[in-house]
């Protein structure tokens, strides 16, 4: 039996916790996908029959299946529960570019490659969708394109003497407000560039990541609106494209030491 558990969604990309209780040692009838897929093994093992060839997965080894692929499952373990990630072939090949080819269809999950998983769940959890999901989601896939991928990519191509200008035109398009400005995927393909190098450089030049410059820049908007009197604190998250009010709260506490509504205290008390 297999349940789901959706944890982000946004067009470009779901993250689903899956859980297995199947206990079958025969080989599944064959499964296909119209989407990118990268799983992760978080606890158990199985094993996945594709192109032929039988690879064993537990949680040192995740998969990349592809569109068209036929997949085969077997549990002769027991059961087990993944991270699915589904991508739509348009976020694919910004990320791994156009007409590559796989050199291996499963990579080790390193340490660092573990981190970066364990950092989208926790992003997911949060609830920060468009923001710390999407960045790290991003880094993710970047670091494992890498290891799957046969020759050059958009990920792995690094212009040091472009970076700087790079940077400079995402940080004038956040401050200004730009409509693109709203996310890492939008940005990105605003500048024309894969989202893995713009998250890379961004924190290169800047020493932080593009998620927590655009946070920081929320926040002084939210600090002169409270300062001159705003009274809805639900409007205002909205207006900054906040998820809600409590994503306002999360994000000034994080950033200040002191929610919206402390904030106001504070003015108020001069």
Avoid: K
């Amino acid at each position: 039996m297999l349940s789901f558990v959706e944890l982000a969604r946004r067009p470009d990309f779901t993250v689903t916790a899956v859980t297995c209780r199947h206990d079958r040692p025969s080989w599944s009838e064959v499964e296909t996908s119209d989407r990118y897929h990268v799983v992760f093994v978080r606890r158990g093992r199985f094993r996945r029959r594709a192109g032929g060839c039988v690879a064993e997965l537990d949680p040192t080894m995740a998969y990349l299946a592809v569109p068209g692929d036929e997949e085969h499952f077997a549990h002769p373990d027991g059961g087990d529960v993944c991270t699915s990630i589904a991508l739509a072939p348009a976020l694919w090949r910004r990320l791994a570019g156009d007409g590559t080819d796989l050199a291996r269809s499963t990579v080790y999950v390193d340490p660092r490659l573990d981190l970066a998983h364990r950092r989208v769940l926790a992003a997911s959890r949060a609830g920060d969708v468009d923001d710390a999901v999407t960045e790290d989601l991003v880094g993710l896939l970047g670091a494992l394109v890498d290891g799957v991928v046969a020759g050059p990519t958009p990920t792995g191509t690094r212009r040091p003497d472009r970076d700087a200008d790079l940077v400079t035109s995402a940080r004038r398009a956040i401050v200004d407000g730009h409509p693109a400005a709203t996310g890492l995927l939008p940005l990105s393909g605003h500048l024309g560039v894969s989202p893995y190098r713009l998250s890379r450089a961004f924190r290169r030049e800047s020493g932080v990541s593009l998620t927590r410059y655009r946070n920081q820049v929320r926040v002084g908007r939210a600090l002169q609106r409270i300062e001159e009197g705003e009274s809805s604190l639900a409007a205002l998250a909205v207006d900054l494209g906040f998820a809600d009010q409590a994503h306002l709260s999360r994000t000034m506490r994080e950033h200040l030491g002191h929610t919206p509504a402390a904030v106001r205290r504070l003015f108020s008390s001069r």
